[in-house]
């Protein structure tokens, strides 16, 4: 079975700023030409994070293979009178003809680290920077939410509740997909699970068990259409519909096949507890529990630390709004054009010029021990992290990646993390990404050339 494609929401080549397009017409009008190199990265991490999982490669290659400008955009151009007719022909005939290079999806990434790279003509190169940027900025922010998540749980399932409170339908398509890749066990979101092959989850809801005239009589509705399920518990006092599940199991003896029962409220430590020891002295320590409600990372790892007998975790709001740190600082900035490396100076928003190369080292256990960013044609010490994934505007690979293949690269590298940049506390020092001295040079000379 070949990898699901991207679910890319893009309605047509005008989700862009319009300086981008402003800035194309001036470009073709002066005569600016020649290849461009722009690096996508994120300038600096959020307080709250220690690592970033870069995902949306895949959304990008099927934006920049697929975009055109239709009729009906050109139409609408036209008439804002900022373009001209020959200007319009160009963008008609604009295909993406130039070069990709990516990190992987799902690799481990830092601070100034060029996750993505484009070298095209000017013209095509710069059209795509809001688009990719916002596209890479939600998946990789979810992805990395997500990863701490499934740190804090130490093993036990996570299951994504996020779709009703997440911000349009293209975030809780593309969040449930960053999720899986990042190590969840399940979605609530049924499209996630048709376009990605994402397992499923979800039973019912308390207007379920209010439709009926008792906790128990909703119970025994719901089972008898899906005996294997997990009922919720708290809609009226959690532990006396845990002693309704326990009523239920008596009257179906050996026909009793619930696999669990959800806390949804209330101390989740103290009720997991009690429900444990009224399960387990009822004869069914099978069946699991199930928590959700207001649930992220921090207090995921406070119920496992406490030794709460807790089974899954449900994760909604928190994670799909990304709460504690809702936004990356990602950009998309120009470093060469015609073989000429260039760079900002801004204050706090300095660039790196060149074409460059992230290398990344382990030591003798197998743990990443430190970075380097370098110009593309060094021989550092490392593995290369950026690799072709289009060339000429095709794609290198013949189609997208296996989900299985990128969220095993996750688990491993998650894995090889550090122990400190694992944690969920700011690491103190933070992981090690240098500049190479070649890059430090070039970037000194390309500096001083701008002052004469």
């Known amino acids: 079975m070949s990898a699901p494609r991207i679910h890319a929401v893009c309605p047509s080549a005008l989700l862009v700023d319009l300086y981008e397009l402003t800035m194309m017409r001036a470009y073709w009008s ?65 295909r993406f003809s130039g070069d990709v290079d990516a990190m992987a999806e799902g690799t481990v990434a830092f601070a100034r680290e060029p996750i993505l790279r484009v070298t095209a003509p000017i013209l095509e190169a710069q059209l795509f920077e809001s688009l990719l940027m916002n596209q890479f900025h939600v998946q990789t922010l979810l992805a990395s939410k997500a990863a701490r998540v499934i740190l804090a749980a130490r093993g036990r399932r996570v299951v994504d509740f996020g779709l009703r409170r997440m911000h349009g339908v293209d975030s809780a398509v593309a969040g449930a997909r960053a999720y899986w890749i990042a190590g969840f066990d399940g979605t609530s979101n049924v499209l996630a699970g048709q376009l990605y092959g994402i397992p499923i989850v979800g039973t019912m809801a308390h207007s379920f068990v209010q439709c009926h005239s008792s906790e128990l009589a909703a119970f025994r509705a719901f089972t008898a259409v899906y005996p294997e399920t997990v009922l919720l518990v708290d809609t009226y006092d959690t532990l006396q519909g845990v002693e309704r599940v326990i009523e239920l199991s008596r009257e179906l003896g050996a026909s009793f096949r619930v696999r669990g ?45 406490a030794g709460a007998p807790i ?42 010029p060149g074409i460059k190369q992230v290398w990344r080292r ?20 490392g593995v290369p992290l950026l690799e072709p994934r289009m060339r000429q505007g095709v794609r290198v690979a013949e189609g997208p990646e296996d989900l299985s293949i990128i969220r095993q690269r996750v688990a491993e590298q998650l894995a090889a993390l550090p122990a400190a940049i694992r944690g969920l506390a700011p690491a103190d020092p933070p992981y090690p990404v240098e500049v190479s001295p070649a890059l430090r040079d070039c970037t000194r000379s390309v500096a001083e050339g701008l002052a004469d």
Not at 317 to 337: C, F, H, I
Not at 365 to 371: C, E, K, N, P, S
Request: charged share 25%; proline share 2%.
């Open 311 to 352: 089974d899954a975790f449900g994760v909604g709001t928190r994670l799909g709004t990304s709460e504690d740190a809702p936004n990356l600082d990602l950009v998309y900035k120009l470093a060469q054009l015609g073989g000429r490396p260039l760079l900002k100076l801004s204050t706090d928003k300095a660039t790196l």
């Open 362 to 381: 382990l030591d003798g256990r197998g743990v990443l021990a430190g970075d380097v960013i370098g110009l593309a044609g060094e021989d550092l010490d």
């Open 261 to 305: 029962i959800r806390l949804d409220s209330g101390n989740l430590l103290e009720l997991s507890l009690a429900a444990r020891r009224q399960l387990d002295a009822a004869g069914l320590g099978e069946v699991r529990i199930f928590v959700s409600g207001n649930l992220d990372e921090h207090r995921v790892a406070e119920l496992v630390g």
């Open 30 to 94: 002066s005569g600016v030409e020649g290849r461009a190199t722009f690096d996508l990265f994120v300038r600096r991490l959020p307080p709250e994070r220690n690592f970033l999982l870069a995902v949306g490669l895949e959304t990008a290659l099927e934006l920049l293979e697929g975009l055109r400008f239709s009729s009906r955009d050109l139409d609408y151009l036209s008439g804002t009178t900022l373009f001209d007719k020959a200007f319009l022909e160009v963008l008609e005939r604009l």
